[in-house]
């Protein structure tokens, strides 16, 4: 957890704080945004205003749990133990936010696809007990789609845990996933289930990839930023 003596000045004054290790990832101000702001001057997140109802108490610690580099403190212990569990989080009927960011990925977004042909994971979320506990009881992860090289994360760890097939693009390929099980090569979208084409989309990085699942989602990867 963050260390109070390195508490931002910036944070309003309040049980919760951000500390000097923040790395303007932006994973809280999405959890919390009512919570967490940017500081331009800083180039960091702060707490902008304390949460005052149980709702934002929630986000707030549920920002804390997701954080990659552990820079969010508090002095409210019991939402932090609601929090872990609270991933991942629904975002529709079968797509879900895993929270849990990886500083190895900057604190890029995860999703895991529940599905009845096989649970589908989005990029590699930072592989933490309660999260992997949680998408076990969802059903685990059949496979795991590595939409560019950057956000590979703990797929290593997942891999092991839940015996997913991991696909990747040929291109993006290097020591630490030459043993990605799938490995997609030229520029062509490719079908690997009746509701799962991986198209890719080289810019960002020569193998970058987008998913598009059942002809309503697109997962971007890195490919939309900002």
């Known amino acids: ?118 649970n589908v994971l989005v990029d590699s979320p930072r592989a933490a007990r309660p999260l992997l506990d949680r998408i076990a009881a969802l059903g685990g992860v059949r496979t795991m789609i590595l939409t560019h090289r950057d956000d590979v994360a703990d797929h290593e760890t997942i891999h092991r845990t839940f015996g997913c097939d991991r696909v990747i693009h040929r291109s993006d390929v290097d020591g630490g996933t030459a043993a990605a099980e799938i490995q997609i090569d030229g520029l062509a979208p490719a079908r690997i289930d009746h509701d799962l084409t991986v198209i890719p989309v080289p810019g960002h990085t020569r193998g970058s990839v987008a998913l598009v699942y059942r002809d309503h989602y697109l997962f971007s990867g890195d490919h939309v930023w900002y």
């Open 1 to 118: 957890m963050a260390r109070i003596a390195d508490r931002l000045n910036e944070n309003a004054p309040g049980a919760y704080f951000v500390d000097s290790s923040c790395i303007d990832c932006d994973t809280c101000r999405q959890v919390a945004p009512e919570t967490y702001v940017r500081v331009d001057t800083v180039g960091q997140s702060v707490v902008h205003r304390q949460p005052e109802t149980a709702g934002e108490h929630r986000r707030a610690a549920m920002a804390l749990v997701a954080c990659p580099t552990a820079s969010i403190g508090t002095s409210c212990k019991d939402e932090v133990g609601a929090a872990a569990v609270a991933f991942p989080e629904p975002v529709t009927r079968d797509v879900y936010y895993c929270g849990y960011a990886a500083e190895a990925t900057f604190g890029a977004a995860s999703y895991l696809i529940v599905r009845p042909g096989g």
